[in-house]
């Protein structure tokens, strides 16, 4: 038998471990993660005053609650290390299009939660056409 020395067999179940955790995070990270495919989807409602009507609409009713009345972060909404609310207005939003936004509802952020279940894609987008006309 081979026999390794315990600081050796010690440092090899830690690189082990370090390995593991890597791979789950970046696992479960691409599990989440937008496409590029996925972020090209083009927005097919057009950004008229009703749509950004319902999507204000929706938005006060889903997202309002971590989100904020004004989609801005600030003293009111509850943010700590693990669990702070995007800021909805920064134009960083849109660096990857329309589709990543309509997306990352649809199949939510951990820790936010998905939206594909609860509301319609033309919901969605009405969110999008509203977040967009806030000015970002
Ligand atoms: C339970 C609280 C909660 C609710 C409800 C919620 N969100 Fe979020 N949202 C978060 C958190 C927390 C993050 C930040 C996730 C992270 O850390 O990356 C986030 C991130 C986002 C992002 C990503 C921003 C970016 O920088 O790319 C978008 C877009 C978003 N939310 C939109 C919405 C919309 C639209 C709704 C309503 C349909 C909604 N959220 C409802 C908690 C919530």
Redesign the pocket.
Known sequence: MLKTHPKISLFIIIAFSVLFVITYCFAQNLETAITKEKANTKNPIPSCADSIEKGKA??SQ??K???GPDAVRDKKTPCTET??????R?P??WRMGEG??FW??RDG?????C?GER?SEEQ?WH?VNY?HSLGS
């Not at 669990?83 to 909805?88: K, S, W």
């Open positions: 929706v938005y889903y997202c609650g971590c989100h669990f702070c609310p995007a800021n909805l920064d960083k939003l990543a936004v990352t509802i952020r951990k820790p936010m939660p939206f509301l969605c969110i977040l």
